[in-house]
């Protein structure tokens, strides 16, 4: 609690409820206690700080980084709050900056919406909250702005979080899904289905003991050090529900090509892959927190793929397939075993088989 | 992964395929038409279409995808019932996963849960008891389905209920059992077949001798297969060299799994428990004698169907709806004429179209790649019948 405000108002505004209760988002005084004992207190900054309805950004700095600002929200609920490598709060920042940085846009200001659950612990909210910060911290954001709502016991779980984003794109970049073209190659930083499987295990549904941690992270650092060495990368996308196999048929359909990809070449923990073949799931269409998809221009292929590589959130980083003219619109992938197969969107969720 | 990745090395399995494409026209010859396979099991489906093992495969040799996804022959009353036992108040209703989409008439379970329905997925028939045992207020059904596979663990968890005393757990039992099936399948008049690969997880449980009266009265060569690729193949292989040397075997690809005499205690575990139906009602294959159990009397307080009131009703396939003549293998997938169209996995109207092991949901998912090339002409032409409802007799 550096900032001023935050000080002046700690001794007499510290929390002293231990649980949340309706009051905490009725706009009165339990309500300031609670954002300046954890949002604020947290999150730091004289944005925030200044407690105003809105967050101002000042424009003449914005135009100076770019020319075009990148706008995007996400809302996140996850069960359980906290699991292997990560939680709802590491989720909320690194996903929403990610998507950001799939544009090639440095991520600058984030907002906060939470909807608590009457009964919610404020500890695990503080934990939160904390969480946020680091990561907010580690991915060169700031969150500036937020919101408060409590709902009535059993009208939401425990603790949804919307975060809403802007970055700025530097001139010159053009990394869109449409962008994809024959001869291109297909690169991913690193091991698949590791946060979809680290979910399923987390949850103890399943009684499998296996510690695979998520691979929940913001990756503006990474999409940057991939952008220094080639700034003509054609399509990037973060593989997050539906998986690598749902952003491959994304990128097919808007480029109107055809991504061929190996089995033998997919970047996969022992455990996912053991995970999967128990339970009759398919690692393409695991959710990734921390993973992406990029479609580069072959010339380019090596350098981007050694720049990945000497990232620490692309050590795994490899070449899964290239991008073909025909069939248009599919993804194919060439199996282990030497035959092919399509590989199409997933339909609903994927259900573990009867046997 | 170890164990794993040895059983889908493809240097074996070009080795295997080219062995296969050497085989098949001595014998195709003789026959002036490809050779037709069936795997009657789901997961050999599931094997086939994710591993491409078709594209290694000479065209002088088709498989026929069998019965064998217990998802995909669940006729839509039967779901009807489950939704209408799980749309009262008190019940909280368990289903493995690959239930939750298959189409009622009106809903699915999945969407029963959407309306208010306590609907939740396990993983075992035991974590259902655990639910009942924790919620002794409430009515915990567990909706058993499956093969001999699931059976056991079925019949395992009934045990432990009656033993423990958990009263307010019951079955609601719609397990089937695979043999009256595949000679119903034999009996009709409909298709040529010239081999089987048999299931490997039934087998582990009843064994290979319940498959002699394929072998021995309808003279065609069997073979127990596993469900990695090789093992696929090497189970297709084998049925081809006893087809190619005149022999009619139930021969055991699947040996390191599956014990000639089968699981004695899974066995002891199912007789305990269920007893033959007179007839079982099979999406698209109509009724099929003796192929059904039911819970025995002496477990009627865990038993659903004695336990409530289930409506039971008979709801016709939809009309458009071919799953049967594609169960019994006389149409290929792609040849119904709702398939990719009317019917997706988005909106299935057959339950082939629900299941990842089912025949279109394959077809569709991974084998649409030059589909086109494998039509089966001769079966376009034949009329579709309904399988023949003459007693099928469970082997001693």
């Known amino acids: 609690m550096n900032h001023p405000l935050a000080r002046k108002l700690a001794p007499a505004a510290r929390l002293r409820d231990t649980t949340i209760n309706l009051s905490h988002g009725s706009g009165g005084k339990a309500m300031r206690e609670l954002i300046a004992d954890v949002f604020v207190g947290n999150f730091d900054n004289p944005m925030l700080a200044a407690m105003e309805d809105q967050a101002l950004l000042p424009l003449a700095g914005l135009a100076a980084g770019g020319d075009r600002l990148a706008f995007t929200t996400d809302t996140y609920v996850v069960h359980p709050l906290f699991f292997p490598g990560g939680d709802i709060g590491k989720l909320a920042v690194a996903g929403t900056v990610n998507d950001l940085a799939v544009c090639g846009a440095r991520p600058l200001v984030l907002s906060c919406a939470v909807v608590l659950e009457e009964g919610l612990p404020v500890d695990t909210l503080r934990r939160v909250a904390a969480s946020m910060q680091a990561t907010a911290l580690a991915a060169g954001v700031q969150i500036v702005t937020g919101d408060t709502k409590v709902v009535e016991r059993g009208s939401a779980d425990k603790l949804f979080v919307n975060t809403a984003g802007i970055g700025i794109v530097p001139a010159g970049l053009d990394i869109a899904a449409r962008n994809a073209r024959p001869g291109d190659v297909i690169l991913v930083n690193g091991n698949l289905g590791d946060h979809g499987a680290a979910i399923l295990v987390a949850r103890n549904e399943l009684a499998l003991e296996a510690e695979i941690p998520s691979d929940c992270t913001p990756l503006y650092d990474l999409v940057r050090s991939m952008l220094a060495v080639c700034p003509h990368i054609h399509c990037l996308r973060d593989a997050t529900r539906g998986g690598i196999a749902t952003v491959l048929n994304e990128f097919a359909q808007a480029s109107a090509t055809c991504m061929r990809i190996h089995e033998r070449a997919l970047p996969l923990r022992e455990e996912v892959k053991g995970a999967c073949e128990i339970l009759g799931l398919d690692p393409l269409y695991l959710a990734n927190e921390g993973k992406l998809v990029a479609i580069v221009p072959r010339e380019h292929a090596d350098a981007v793929l050694a720049a990945m590589r000497a990232h620490p959130d692309g050590t795994a980083a490899a070449m899964i397939g290239e991008v073909c003219a025909a069939p248009a619109a599919s993804v194919i992938m060439q199996t282990g075993f030497g035959g092919e197969r399509v590989v199409d969107m997933l339909v609903g969720e994927q259900l573990p088989r009867i046997c | ?396």
């Open chain 2, 1 to 396: 992964m170890k164990f794993v990745d040895e059983f889908r090395d493809p240097e074996h399995a070009r080795a295997l395929a080219k062995e296969i494409a050497a085989l098949a026209p001595r014998i195709a010859r003789a026959q002036d038409r490809p050779l037709q396979i069936m795997e009657v099991c789901g997961g050999h489906t599931h094997s086939i279409f994710r591993y491409g093992i078709q594209q290694l495969l000479p065209d002088l040799v088709e498989f026929v995808h069998g019965p064998g996804c217990p998802v995909c022959v669940l006729p839509m009353g039967r779901v009807d019932d489950c939704v209408a036992l799980a749309l009262q108040p008190q019940v909280i209703f368990t289903t493995f996963g690959d239930a939750m989409r298959v189409p009622g008439s009106k809903l699915s379970l999945l969407k029963a849960k959407a309306e208010g329905a306590d609907v939740r997925m396990v993983y075992s028939p035991l974590d259902a008891l655990a639910i009942a045992r924790d919620n002794p207020a409430r009515e915990v059904i567990f909706f058993g389905l499956g093969f001999e596979t699931t059976m056991p663990s079925t019949a395992m968890t009934l045990i432990a209920a009656k033993k423990q005393g958990i009263r307010n757990f019951s079955l609601f039992c719609n397990h089937i059992t695979i043999i009256p099936t595949i000679k119903a399948i034999l009996d009709s008049p409909d298709l040529h077949l010239d081999g089987f690969l048999g299931p490997g997880h039934v087998s582990m449980v009843i064994g290979t001798r319940p498959y002699r009266f394929i072998a021995e009265h309808y003279r065609k060569p069997i073979a127990i297969a596993g469900f990695e690729p090789l093992d696929v193949l090497h189970a297709l292989w084998m049925v081809l060299k006893q087809l190619a040397e005149k022999r009619c075997e139930v021969e055991n690809q699947y040996g390191r799994i599956v014990p000639p005499e089968g699981n004695r205690q899974a066995l002891a575990a199912i007789a305990e428990v269920f007893e033959l139906r007179e007839y079982f009602e099979w999406r698209g294959l109509g009724s099929i004698d003796h192929s059904g159990v039911r819970v025995r009397a002496s477990y009627a307080d865990h038993d659903a169907e004695r336990k409530f009131c289930i409506p039971n009703l008979k709801i016709a396939d939809p009309k458009s709806c071919q799953c049967g003549e594609v169960l019994k293998g006389v149409l290929k997938p792609h040849q119904c004429k709702v398939f990719g169209t009317a019917c997706t996995p988005e909106t299935p109207i057959g339950s082939l179209m629900v299941s990842s092991e089912g025949a279109c949901a394959a077809y569709y998912n991974y084998g649409r790649l030059g589909r086109t090339q494998v039509v089966d002409s001769s079966a376009l032409t034949r009329p579709a019948q309904a399988a023949r409802t003459e007693p099928g007799k469970l082997p001693a």
